[in-house]
């Protein structure tokens, strides 16, 4: 089974930074497709940024600030999260899956394994 734990969150002021981490344990990383969605309180869970075969992708609201990375010597994706604004608070969740692909990078549905989320709050 593939394990994930995420890392970094935290509370940070408008325009700061934050990065957050997400390290797997079982499976081959290096061909996992990994994404990164979030959710605030009252809304649905929304796709924040994904690396797949040989592409990333990124919600129209983070492109630019957001970058997705992956180490996978250490088995971990990380996402650099810069200019905050406090409509990016929520909780934001690493998923995984054992598929690697490069398509549908933002449809939840597609992924097998998430953590437990870390928050990250943004103040203004």
């Known amino acids: 089974q593939v394990q994930l734990v995420e890392s970094g969150g935290g509370l940070v002021q408008a325009g700061g930074s934050l990065r957050l981490s997400c390290t797997a344990s079982?499976?081959?990383?290096?061909?996992?497709?990994m994404g990164w969605f979030r959710q605030a309180p009252g809304k649905e869970r929304e796709f924040v940024a994904g690396?797949?075969?040989?592409?990333?992708n990124y919600a129209d609201s983070v492109k630019g600030r957001f970058t997705i990375s992956r180490d996978n010597a250490k088995k971990t994706v990380y996402l650099q999260m810069n200019s905050l604004k406090p409509e990016d608070t929520a909780k934001y969740y690493c998923?995984?899956?054992?598929?690697?692909?490069?398509?549908?990078?933002?449809?939840?549905?597609?992924?097998?394994?998430w953590g437990q989320g870390t928050q990250v709050t943004v103040s203004s």
């Open positions: 998923a995984a899956d054992k598929l690697w692909r490069a398509y549908g990078l933002r449809d939840s549905v597609l992924y097998d394994y």
């Open positions: 079982g499976g081959t990383f290096s061909r996992y497709t």
């Open positions: 690396s797949g075969w040989s592409r990333s």
